[in-house]
């Protein structure tokens, strides 16, 4: 359960106890406990900011308190995807089915129920999926960012962990008040390796893996002093290149399919090899998070964690 409140005649017997400072300290003991469950749920990082830093960045209808009615609280958790073995497989293909364990969604639902029991608070798992085209109800992204996790980089936008990299969000909403971590101060993106490279070939490694210029998706530019000044990233073609299974394909292919006129052509389609995984990429959803990973291949960001024996 919840850490007891001292008793009111312990308060008055300790005359330098002052109310606010026993409850402050209550929050710490909690806020630890929490980021240490949650990371014995199999999480990597985990982090925690006030709902009151969404009012400057997130429009009314995608805040914490628009999802839960008193949120106080979002504490954000973050696990990697493919595994260090994975990143260095020779086949490509090997990424897009495999090492996709999603983790941080099995800590996520953990935390919220521990939070419940233990706290009695009210907390709830922050729905990330879209419901309308590529727009979610609640941003992961924004949410790390918000948590002191990671940064917005030049790679389609993705949230940079200093530590690790790439990873894969989760986040829970509570009514529990919790000590908010601070945001990165720096920027985790452009990594100084690849200021040097923009330097000599006015590109960074993922930019030059996915060119826009070149039919690619990313583009962008640093300034004098080493931070980003623009970015450029096309999300419709590189989720037309890199959502290749999932549910968005599945319509598509289902409303290609009842359309053909050819009895022939319309059977070769349903028993097609790009049939079939399309389905099993519904079915398990594992195949429809990404089948391309090449902007963070080149990325050095998290480049240490992933060099094992």
């Known amino acids: 359960m919840a850490q007891i409140h001292t008793t009111q005649p312990e308060t008055q017997r300790n005359n330098s106890a002052h109310p606010d400072q026993i409850e402050d300290s209550n929050h710490e003991t909690a806020s630890t406990a ?3 469950a949650a990371l014995s749920f199999g999480a990597d990082v985990v982090g925690i900011a006030n709902v009151e830093r969404w009012e400057a960045y997130a429009p009314a209808g995608y805040r914490p308190t628009d999802l839960l009615p008193g949120a106080c609280s979002v504490v954000v958790v973050g696990a990697r995807g493919p595994t260090a073995g994975a990143w260095r497989a020779a086949d490509p293909r090997l990424m897009e089915v495999l090492g996709l364990d999603f983790a941080n969604d099995r800590a996520i639902a953990a935390l919220t129920g521990f939070i419940e029991q233990e706290y009695e608070h009210y907390a709830i798992q922050a ?7 590529h727009q979610p109800p609640f941003s992961y992204m924004l949410a790390a960012v918000l948590s002191g996790l990671g940064t917005r980089s030049f790679a389609a936008n993705i949230v940079l962990n200093p530590r690790f990299g790439l990873l894969y969000y989760s986040a829970c909403i509570t009514t529990l008040e919790l000590p908010a971590d601070p945001m990165l101060e ?3 993106c452009p990594h100084p ?3 040097q490279t923009y330097k000599h070939i006015g590109k960074t490694p993922c930019m030059a893996a996915c060119p826009a210029d070149e039919g690619g998706c990313l583009d962008g530019t640093i300034d004098k002093d080493g931070h980003i000044e623009s970015v450029y990233y096309d999300r419709e073609r590189c989720a037309s290149r890199a959502m290749n ?3 968005f394909v599945f319509q598509k292919a289902m409303a290609d399919i009842v359309t053909e006129n050819d009895s022939e052509t319309r059977k070769a389609k349903i028993h097609s090899d790009f049939f079939a995984r399309t389905c099993s990429g519904v079915s398990f959803y594992k195949e429809s998070v990404a089948q391309c990973f090449e902007c963070m291949r080149v990325c050095p ?3 240490q964690e992933r060099k094992l024996k």
């Not at 729905?127 to 085209?133: F, Y």
């Open 245 to 247: 299974f999932g549910p």
């Open 186 to 188: 720096q920027d985790v």
């Open 301 to 303: 960001i998290g480049r």
């Open 193 to 195: 390796m690849c200021v």
């Open 127 to 133: 729905p990330g999926l879209s419901v309308a085209g």
């Open 34 to 36: 929490i980021k240490a």
